[in-house]
């Protein structure tokens, strides 16, 4: 019953970017810019489309950017490097909730507390990286989860700074308000800029010698090492630019929704859902997770429209088909597709067999 | 100081019954490489199959744990056989976000059928507790919980050391390029390794059933129990899950006492992440499972 070893998943990380490669054989080097004119087009239609929706779907769209921005995060230490963190969430609500008590009881600009979060959860990522990164596989996974779910129970026996289970109000209006709230329509184009800016990051590392450096401690990290690859800073830097992203997105979030809870900032399930989205977009790419966000928070939207009594029933069996389908993600397999003109799921299905 | 002896054994008792809980979760991850977190989901359904074998048939929920492990053998079976295998070769996301899907399908078909109202096992004598010296109270229920919980899990130990079948899953766990030239079918013996562990989880959900409250709700806090004290332990030990099951049992009841809210969890997840950061084979494990070969 001997087969084949299964084909390496991430083949195409080791070739040179299409913009690159072009470069060379292209004398005017325009199409290394295509993918950033095909963002900056997207950007403006996002902007052009918020001029065509009614509040209800503002709102649902900028639940989508968020997402966005939050897989695009996750992407750059889950999808570049191969380190599986289950803890993203973690992050996400250390941002929220730096912002919301810096906001509440440091009278802080949202504007000052926004990049604030960010800096302490970068560095509190890199703090906490340091050990746990020498960690492989599930045994990351597994510690930055318990990393989490630690910040969520700290958050919640702290009520004198953070209101403990019974949540946190950010002033938002009024003489007590530092920073007036946005509105839907504000908060559309805040998360909007903000993914915008996480994909941007992503794109530009995908061509640099740290996302490079990534790329290869995903495939071997003795061997990327051997190179001369100093592995644990470039780790611990991604790590700790992950949190801090992430971390942001968490402060936009915390503004959102003025009143904030522990069991909804340190939801197990955003985690979660970030990593659905990467890996079925495409991990490790930089197009793959705005697909994978897209589609899976519009769906996930959609079924807790359709179906409010088992949305999550229907979410669960969509992840179990589309792991099973597409475990290598979407924009891989249509790039491999392409490639051997074969477009059989099935064949798919035989690549992680037993 | 008779209330610290009460705590003592109050966590002792709760912690054999986490081991049996966790023997399962670890038993998987050190054989396969998957972390299972649909195990807590298979703990709350062993717990429902007794309930209703008690509500139709006034079955006993500790002689339940019976029926509620042979369920769960086959729905593991079948699971580690259909889904689980075909993608057992995927990077770790993948493995957990397919046990991921299937607890949240489980979570919710048990919502459905039993709603998420909390739910116990009525038996008579649980209830009652024996008095020992120094005012201690030790709560009958519990102890045949425990008691069932140790035997199951020594008993686990010594077959899988001791007959043909135990073996076959140690040495697919250890080198499966190996095992499959010796002729084990490996699809079989994963499938059979789930199986065990889903019907593990399955006598320790009856047993959980009848010395407590259950809801759908709990499955995520039955596979973080089961995290912790599996990578206590060290993986696929079942000595060594009953030893971080107990650890963890004492930590709880022992920081109940001392600590204010919920903080214990933090402590908890504390001591995760520091036994993961200073020794990641577990108190009393050996790390030879990370250098197989994948054939």
């Known amino acids: ?354 | 100081m008779s209330q610290f002896l009460q705590a003592t054994l109050y966590g002792l008792l709760q912690g054999c019954m986490l081991g049996l809980v966790a023997t399962g979760f670890s038993l998987v991850w050190g054989v396969m490489h998957v972390v299972n977190l649909s195990h807590g989901a298979f703990v709350l359904i062993g717990a429902y199959v007794a309930l209703t074998l008690h509500q139709a048939l006034g079955l006993d929920p500790f002689v339940g744990m019976l029926p509620a492990a042979l369920v769960l053998f086959a729905l593991g079976y079948g699971l580690q056989r259909g889904l689980v295998n075909l993608v057992i070769n995927a990077p770790i996301f993948i493995t957990l976000l397919l046990t991921f899907g299937l607890e949240l399908l489980f979570v919710n078909a048990l919502m459905v059928l039993f709603s998420a109202d909390y739910r116990s096992i009525p038996t008579g004598y649980a209830e009652r507790s024996l008095v020992l010296p120094l005012d201690v109270r030790l709560p009958i229920g519990r102890l045949i919980a425990a008691l069932a919980s140790v035997a199951i899990t020594v008993g686990m130990g010594y077959l899988m050391r001791r007959t043909r079948t135990g073996l076959t899953i140690l040495a697919t766990g250890m080198d499966r390029g190996a095992a499959r030239l010796m002729g084990i079918s490996a699809r079989h013996t994963y499938a059979l390794t789930f199986g065990v562990a889903a019907a593990l989880a399955g006598a320790a959900g009856a047993a959980v059933g009848a010395v407590s409250t259950f809801s759908p709700a709990d499955a995520g806090r039955f596979t973080l129990f089961s995290f912790v004290a599996a990578v206590l332990g060290g993986l696929g030990n079942t000595s060594g899950a009953l030893l971080g099951g107990l650890l963890l049992g004492l930590a709880e009841s022992w920081g109940g006492q001392l600590l204010p809210g919920t903080l214990i969890n933090a402590v908890a997840f504390g001591m995760l992440v520091l036994v993961l950061a200073i020794r990641p084979q577990g108190l009393v494990g050996k790390a030879y499972y990370a250098s197989r070969v994948e054939v």
């Not at chain 1, 129970?153 to 953070?162: C, D, F, Q, R, Y």
């Not at chain 1, 640099?208 to 990534?214: D, F, M, P, S």
């Not at chain 1, 790419?285 to 088992?310: H, I, K, N």
């Open chain 1, 1 to 354: 019953m001997l087969q084949t070893p299964p084909a390496q998943p991430h083949e195409s990380d080791v070739r040179e970017p299409p913009g690159l490669a072009a470069s060379a054989s292209d004398p005017r080097g325009l199409r290394r810019y295509t993918p950033v004119a095909a963002g900056g087009l997207l950007l403006i239609a996002a902007f052009a489309l918020q001029t065509q929706l009614y509040t209800g779907q503002v709102r649902m769209v900028t639940t989508i950017f968020t997402f966005v921005g939050l897989a695009a995060a996750w992407n750059l230490i889950g999808g570049f490097a191969g380190y599986a963190c289950f803890g993203q969430v973690g992050f996400f609500g250390l941002g929220g909730y730096a912002t919301a008590v810096m906001m509440t009881h440091g009278h802080v600009s949202f504007w000052l507390a926004l990049p604030l979060s960010a800096l302490l959860a970068g560095a509190f990522a890199a703090l906490v990286g340091w050990p746990l990164l020498r960690l492989k596989g599930h045994y990351f996974a597994v510690a930055t989860l318990g990393v989490a779910e630690g910040l969520r129970e700290i958050v919640l026996n702290l009520p004198e700074l953070t209101g403990g289970g019974a949540g946190i109000s950010i002033p938002s209006m009024g003489a007590d308000a530092v920073t007036p709230w946005f509105g839907n329509d504000g908060f559309y184009v805040l998360f909007l800029l903000l993914a915008a800016l996480v994909v941007a990051i992503s794109g530009w590392l995908s061509v640099t010698r740290g996302g490079y450096a990534l790329r290869a401690i995903h495939q071997d990290e003795d061997a990327a090492a051997a190179v001369g690859i100093n592995t644990t800073r470039v780790k611990t830097l991604a790590f700790a630019g992950s949190a801090a992203l992430t971390a942001a997105l968490g402060a936009a979030y915390a503004f959102q929704q003025i009143t904030i809870f522990p069991e909804r900032l340190f939801d197990v399930h955003i985690t979660v859902l970030m990593v659905v989205m990467v890996v079925l977009g495409g991990a490790g790419t930089v197009a793959g997770p705005v697909v994978g966000a897209v589609f899976v928070a519009y769906v996930s939207e959609w079924l807790r429209e359709q179906l409010p009594e088992s949305h999550a029933f229907a979410l669960g069996g969509l992840i179990v088909v589309a792991v099973i389908l597409l475990p290598q993600g979407f924009t891989s397999y249509l790039q491999e597709a392409r490639k051997t003109r074969r477009f059989s799921l099935l064949d798919n299905v035989r690549r992680y067999r037993l």
